[in-house]
């Protein structure tokens, strides 16, 4: 069939027309996220690719639809509320955290930029929230643990795995929203299995040494870590810790476990942050913090690392190396 090159331009016109118009549309409005932690850059790597995985997966691309303004304390807590205060003052849509020092740097800077929790723990005992189901302010998101009580657990499951242990030490942090709970948890929790606890405190890297060497000198049978985004982003130091004064551990990540930590008993963190995007992905949407439910770890689960066990001469018993969820022998 021919065509004239009048009839030819009639159809091409208009579609050059629908071609110059799509154009000319105003593109999508591109998101701001602001995206605060504790750790280094390098130490929060696998849990900020968790969290951008998230995103990609919800249709959030980098440079198209959303910004990342990315802020790292390096360590040091005392940086989190400049860290914080830098994230308001570009306005961005909504702000992602890490743990609670994290969240209390932010709550106090904001009170109307929306923000996500990635790893909160006890966020209403905290004072971050009103309640899980109404969360009633700017801040929603994820917990690590069910509740403060799991601490009581982690040490119970300590003691199966080293009968013997009756003095127990505690790293704690004692600045943090939330750990005041989770000490008492601990402490509530070897009244009942018969073990006198060592309290040891370490407010940063720099006090580890010193926290170790305290523990050697009482005599420590064993270590709980608590919670904390400063002993999480320095695992590899206090697992090296850990190692050098021979102490079988629990921790509450498995990260710790993988580099060599004994036992661990939580939630998995990667899961938390991917978590941590659909939240984004709902405020961004229109949702309101105030009305997005706070979500609680579904599921806990206990890794325990054989061949360290084996190093310090444990015996891990059966009926505990079968409800183990991994393991590393």
């Not at 003095?167 to 299995?193: F, H, Q, S």
């Amino acid at each position: 069939m021919k065509y004239s090159v009048s009839r030819l331009a009639i159809a091409v016109v208009p579609l050059l027309l629908a071609a110059f118009t799509a154009d000319a549309q105003p593109r999508g409005k591109v998101y701001r996220i602001g995206y605060i932690q504790t750790a280094t850059p390098e130490e929060q790597a696998p849990l900020t690719k968790a969290f951008e995985d998230g995103l990609r997966e919800l249709g959030y691309v980098e440079g198209r639809n959303i910004v990342v303004e990315r802020r790292f304390a390096w360590g040091k807590q005392e940086r989190l509320p400049d860290l914080a205060a830098e994230l308001v003052q570009l306005n961005v849509d909504v702000i992602v955290t890490g743990g609670n020092p994290v969240i209390a740097a932010v709550k106090q800077a904001t009170s109307t930029i929306p923000v996500v929790m990635a790893a909160g723990r006890d966020p209403v005992g905290s004072g971050f929230v009103e309640s899980l189901r109404r969360p009633g302010g700017n801040i929603t998101g994820v917990t690590s643990d069910p509740s403060p009580e799991v601490q009581g657990k982690r040490l119970e499951l300590l003691k199966e795995a080293v009968p013997r242990a009756s003095r127990v030490a505690v790293l704690w942090n004692p600045v943090p929203p939330g750990a005041e709970i989770y000490r008492k948890a601990a402490e509530t929790a070897a009244g009942k299995l018969g073990i006198s606890l060592q309290l040891v405190e370490a407010r940063g890297r720099n006090e580890f040494e010193g926290a170790f060497a305290a523990m050697s000198r009482e005599r420590a049978d064993a270590v709980v870590v608590l919670p904390d985004p400063v002993f999480f982003t320095a695992r590899e130091q206090v697992v090296e810790l850990v190692t050098k004064h021979r102490l079988p551990a629990v921790f509450h990540a498995r990260e710790f476990v993988n580099l060599g930590g004994m036992m661990s008993y939580g939630s998995s963190l990667d899961h938390q942050f991917r978590r941590a995007a659909v939240y984004v992905d709902k405020i961004l949407k229109g949702a309101k913090p105030s009305e997005l439910a706070v979500e609680q770890a579904a599921k806990i689960d206990l890794a325990i690392n054989l061949k360290t066990a084996q190093a310090l001469g444990i015996a891990i018993p059966p009926s505990l190396r079968l409800r183990a969820d991994h393991t590393i022998e």
